[in-house]
C-alpha cells in the first residue's frame, strides 16, 4: 500500500464519521416544528443568554489570565515549576472539580466553615453560590480548568524548535532597542503568536458555551443554560422534544460561529488599536512586582487543585459532619463499601480509556509517519474537529451514526466514539515532539542498510518513548472524562465512573458522588505517574 492511499485511508476513517455526525445532527434539528416549539419556550431567551454568557466571560477570563502568566513567568524557574504542575492539573477530570469546588464554596461548605467562627454563623449562611443564577460557580470552574488546557497549548507551541528559536531571537532583538522582556511581549511576541492559539481559544469557547456535565454540578439550575434546556429534552420519550433538543444544540452551533466571527472582527479592531497604543508607550513597565504576583497566582492555582482533591477524599470517608466543625464527627466507609458494589464500572473505565488512548495513538502516529509535516496545517481543522463543535452537537450525531450502524449501546460504538474524542487530545500532545525529531538519523540508519521498520523499533521508538507516554496518558484522562459520548452511545447501558459520578452530584449523595469522583481523579492521575515512570526509566536506559 502506498502512503498516499494510506494517508487517504487514514483522512477517511476519522473525518468521515465525524462530518457524517454534524448532518445527521442538522437533519434530526432542521424541522420547522422544532424551531417552532423552540421559539415558543419562555425559557429559551434566558438560557441562551446565560450560555453566551457564561462562555464569553469565562474564555475570556481564561484567556487573559494565561496570557499575564505566560508574560510574567516564562523563563523564569516558576515558568518551568508550573510546566511540570500542568500534567495533574490537566489529570483532574472536569467533573471531580467541579464537585471539589462545590465542596467548597456551598452555603455548609469549607469557606463558610472558615468563616463560621468570625462572623458567628451556628447554621449555613444564606447565600446562593453553587446553582446561583448568574452562573458565577460555574464560570469560576470553567477558568479554573481552562487556564491550564491553555497553557499546556502555549507550552506545546514554545516546544516547537523553530518557534522556540524564533523567540528567543525576537526578545533578543527588542532588548537591544532598550525594551525589557514584558514589553517584548506584549509589542512584539502575542501579535505574533497570538493567532497560532485560536483553535485552542476556539475549543474553550465552544466547551463554555455547550456544557452540561459541570452545569448538572454546579449550576445554573434555574434558570438553567440553554445546553441543560437541550440534554433534558434529547432525554425524554417525546420525539417532538427531541427534535426541539436537537434544534437547540443546532441553534447553540449557530451562536458559536456568530461569536467567533464578531470575536475575528473585534479582534482585527483591537489588534490596530494596540499597535496604535503600543507606538506611544512607555519604554517599560516594572517587572518585579507582577512577577511576584504571577507566582502567588500560579501557586494559588495548583494550591486550589490540591485542596479539591483533599475535600473530595475527606467528603468521600465523611459519616456525620455537621456545620460549623472543619472535620467530621464520625468517619465511615460506607460510601467505598457502595463504590465496591460498583467495581465493575472501574474495570469497564479503565479497560474503555485504555483502547481508546491505544488506537488514538495508533492513528496519530500512523499520520505522522506517513504524512509529511506539511500537510499538518491542512489537517489541523478536521483533527480539531471535536474540540470546537458543540459536544452537545456532535454527540447527537454520533449517536444518530451510531444507531444506523447499530453500535448503540455497545462497547463497540462507546470504544469508536471514545477514540474520535481523543485523537485531537494525542495529536496535540505529540505532534511537536514528533515533528521535532531529527530526520537525520533516519538518513544515516536507511544509509547502512537498516529497513524503516528497524529504524523505528530500535532507534526512534526508543528516543521517543517519553512523548509518546505523555499522549497516551493525556489520552486515557479525557477518555475517562468523557460524559455526554458516554451517556448518549452508551444509551445507560454502561456505567462509568463520570457518568455515575455527575449522576450522584445532580442529585445530592455527596459522599458517595465524592467517592466516584475521588475514583475519576485517581484514574488519569495513575495514568500520568505511569507516563512519568516510564519516561524516567528511558532516560536512565538512554544514559
Sequence with gaps: MTRMALRAILAMAYALPLLAALLLAASAGLGPEAWRALAADAQVPHALASSVWVALASSALALLITLWLTTALHGSAAWQRLARGLGPMLALPHAAFAIGIGLLVMPSGLVARLLAPVVGWASPPDWVTVNDPWGLSLIFVLVAKEVPFLLWNVFALFA?????????REIAVVRSLGYGARAAWWRVL?????????????????????????????????????AMLAWQWLLEADPARNAQGAAATLLLAGVLALLCGLLAVLGRGLG?????????????VPRRAGHRLAVLAAQCLGGLYALVLVLIAAMSVAGVWTFPSLLPQVWSDAAWRSVATAIGSVGFTA??????????????????????????????????????????????????????????????????????VVVPYVWVALA??????DVRLEWTALALGRSRFAFWWRVKWPLLLAPLAAAAAVGFAVSVAQYLPTQFIGAGRHATVTTEAVTLASGGQRTLASAFALLQALLPLLGFGAAHALAGWQRRRLR
Aim: aromatic share 10%.
Design 160 to 168: 516547537r524548535p523553530e518557534v522556540a528559536i524564533a523567540l528567543q
Design 432 to 437: 511537536p515532539a514528533w515533528r521535532s525529531f
Design 190 to 226: 502575542w501579535p505574533q503568536w497570538l493567532p497560532r492559539l485560536a483553535l485552542p481559544l476556539l475549543a474553550v469557547l465552544a466547551y463554555s458555551l455547550t456544557v452540561v456535565d459541570l452545569a448538572l454540578i454546579i449550576g445554573p439550575a434555574s434558570p438553567p443554560t440553554l
Design 272 to 284: 490596530e488599536w494596540w499597535r496604535a497604543q503600543v507606538r506611544k508607550g512607555a519604554r517599560d
Design 351 to 420: 479497560g474503555l480509556a485504555v483502547a481508546a488512548s491505544a488506537s488514538a495513538l495508533l492513528l496519530v502516529v500512523t499520520w505522522l509517519e506517513v504524512a509529511p509535516e506539511g500537510w499538518d496545517r491542512r489537517a489541523a481543522p478536521f483533527v480539531m474537529l471535536p474540540l470546537v463543535v458543540p459536544g452537545l452537537l456532535l454527540a447527537v450525531g454520533l449517536y444518530q451514526a451510531a444507531l444506523g450502524l447499530g453500535l448503540d449501546g455497545t462497547r463497540l460504538g462507546l470504544w469508536w466514539v471514545h477514540t474520535l
